[in-house]
T-cell receptor, first 115, second 111 residues
Framework: GESVGLHLPTLSVQEGDNSIINCAYS??????FIWYKQESGKGPQFIID?????DKRQGQRVTVLLNKTVKHLSLQIAATQPGDSAVYFC??????????????FGTGTQLKVEL | EPEVTQTPSHQVTQMGQEVILRCVPI?????FYWYRQILGQKVEFLVS????????KSEIFDDQFSVERPDGSNFTLKIRSTKLEDSAMYFC?????????FGQGTRLTVV
């Protein structure tokens, strides 16, 4: 079946370095993507989103890149800080093509920031 | 900043008992959702609710589950007869359209 998946379950980075978290999706109808951050014991926190008519979107210290050709999504975090340590999920939503507005989540990547 | 609030934060219940999980979505949002997350696993969609009715539900959302919006602010998830495998974090979410903003979750433990 169609799914959203992540390449790496755990990513360790040094404080101050840039982090790149990757996600592959297989639903070609997906036209809206979101990155969520989830800290232990908390709910998913919206970080940044991107629509399929874009290939890049920047936020504060974060950038999302979308490559529709290979169905790949990435989240880049600049100057990673200890507070960035969390599990990061990508989620896809086919709402813009009438596929409903539920989110399908990937399995998550644990980001660990080392001091 | 407006947020989705959920109560209780923890709920322990005996197998076979009914539980009601409560949520107050963000006030101007129109779409409401319940998701669940079994420990260590990904977040799974349960149900979406719009215009006072279910708009979509997953295979997980069987006859033991129901949702209600009893007034203008609350959104509830009821599990009629809990099973051990219902133990999970349950997240409420809301949105004006695309995407979703999540609450902090209710940890349900069925014993």
């Amino acid at each position: 079946g169609e799914s959203v998946g992540l390449h790496l379950p755990t990513l360790s980075v040094q404080e101050g370095d840039n982090s790149i978290i990757n996600c592959a999706y297989s639903n070609s109808a997906s036209d809206y993507f979101i990155w969520y951050k989830q800290e232990s014991g908390k709910g998913p926190q919206f970080i940044i989103d991107i629509r399929s008519n874009m290939d890049k979107r920047q936020g504060q210290r974060v950038t999302v890149l979308l490559n529709k050709t290979v169905k790949h999504l990435s989240l880049q975090i600049a100057a990673t800080q200890p507070g960035d340590s969390a599990v990061y999920f990508c989620a896809e939503n086919p709402i813009l093509t009438g596929g409903g507005n539920k989110l399908t989540f990937g399995t998550g990547t644990q980001l660990k920031v080392e001091l | 900043e407006p947020e989705v609030t959920q109560t209780p934060s923890h709920q322990v219940t005996q197998m076979g008992q009914e539980v009601i999980l409560r949520c107050v979505p963000i006030s101007n949002h129109l779409y409401f959702y319940w998701y669940r997350q079994i420990l260590g696993q990904k977040v799974e969609f349960l149900v979406s609710f719009y215009n006072n009715e279910i708009s979509e539900k997953s295979e997980i959302f069987d006859d033991q589950f129901s949702v209600e919006r009893p007034d203008g602010s609350n959104f509830t998830l009821k599990i009629r007869s809990t099973k051990l495998e219902d133990s999970a974090m349950y997240f409420c979410a809301s949105t004006t359209g695309v995407g979703a903003f999540f609450g902090q979750g209710t940890r349900l433990t069925v014993v």
